[in-house]
């Protein structure tokens, strides 16, 4: 999933693809690039970040949605409002990301029921203003899993059908870097909630924690794409439904390498699997020769003395 921020204070990106032509063909070129789908967000979601009007938003998202559709390239829409999702879905959006899973806007759920379009949940604490207040955590996995099985749960009870939600972690939000790593690193405990996981976490802030070392400083949001990489690496091989990337390039390599090497271990392990049951099979099948040989032997028919 490649993202086109149509807005000029993205924590990674503001305001070079916020002009509509220039989105579109940023859109293109991630396709080009190797994303299955376009996440196009007109709101950015970076701590601090203050809200748009409706009219702004929709202004910034609906015609990039349009042309992107027009082209087709599937498109998803980032937005915490219903009508916004309404109207990129009217548009040709396929999909509602929304960080919020419904919380923000109550209108959404019912919104994307009717449509019939798939919906990310995220496990979102609220406006990220409150990010200190509610990012404290006894068990974060346990806790992250209860609380977007909530979401899921009201969204089903909302109408959407339960095979039309996947769900996100929503790395960053209302979380410290060991939150996020921790959350990585038991990804298996994610999947137990029975829907599709999307894995966005494209130069986050735990990120450069994690790369500047003790006492160092973070690298730039832009120089965290190989580290970005690393991570759609990882989740692939945890069996992730998709990553959520700026660059899509590096990261569409990794899943395919990664892809390739899962391909080869199912392989290796399904002929050493033939290679016991053909062992097995031999075996017992000697036994069965042996026994009736000597069974014939000793027989009064069998000429033995």
């Known amino acids: 999933m490649g993202v086109v921020n149509v807005t000029p204070d993205s924590f990674s990106d503001g305001g070079r693809f916020f002009e509509a032509t220039v989105a579109v063909k940023h859109g293109l070129d991630l396709v080009a690039q190797g994303a299955d789908l376009v996440d196009v967000g007109g709101e950015s979601t970076r701590p601090g970040a203050a809200r748009v009007d409706e009219d702004e938003e929709l202004r910034?998202?609906?015609?990039?949605?349009r042309e992107l559709a027009l082209e087709g390239v599937a498109v998803s829409v980032d937005t915490m409002r219903a009508s916004v999702a309404e109207q990129a879905l009217a548009a040709g959006a396929v999909?509602?990301?929304?960080?919020?899973?419904?919380?923000?806007?109550k209108a959404m759920?019912?919104?994307?029921?009717?449509?019939?379009a798939p919906f990310v949940v995220m496990h979102w604490r609220g406006f990220l203003e409150g990010a200190t207040v509610h990012g404290s955590y006894r068990d974060v996995v346990g806790e992250v899993v209860d609380e977007l099985?909530?979401?899921?749960?009201?969204?089903?009870?909302?109408?959407?059908?339960?095979?039309?939600?996947v769900v996100d972690p929503g790395l960053g939000f209302s979380k410290e870097a060991e939150h996020d790593l921790t959350l990585l690193?038991?990804?298996?405990?994610l999947h137990a909630l029975g829907h599709p996981l999307l894995v966005a976490a494209s130069r986050k802030r735990f990120l450069g924690r994690v790369l500047a070392g003790p006492g160092g400083a973070p690298p730039p949001a832009r120089e965290r794409d190989a580290a970005t990489a690393a991570v759609s690496a990882l989740a692939a091989d945890r069996g992730a439904w998709a990553v959520r990337v700026h660059e899509v390039r590096a990261?569409?390599?990794?899943?395919?390498?990664?892809?390739?090497?899962?391909?080869?271990?199912t392989a290796t392990a399904a002929?050493?699997?033939?290679?016991a049951t053909s062992t097995t099979s031999s075996a017992t099948t000697s036994a069965k020769t042996t026994t009736?040989?000597?069974?014939t032997a000793e027989s009064p028919d069998g000429g033995s003395q």
């Open 292 to 295: 009736s040989a000597r069974a």
């Open 185 to 189: 690193a038991h990804l298996d405990r």
């Open 95 to 105: 999909l509602v990301n929304d960080v919020s899973g419904g919380l923000a806007d």
């Open 271 to 275: 002929a050493t699997a033939d290679a």
């Open 60 to 65: 910034r998202v609906v015609p990039v949605v």
């Open 251 to 265: 990261s569409a390599d990794a899943v395919r390498v990664t892809q390739a090497v899962h391909q080869a271990r």
């Open 109 to 116: 759920v019912p919104v994307v029921a009717a449509a019939g």
């Open 149 to 165: 099985r909530a979401r899921v749960d009201a969204a089903v009870a909302g109408g959407i059908a339960p095979e039309r939600i």
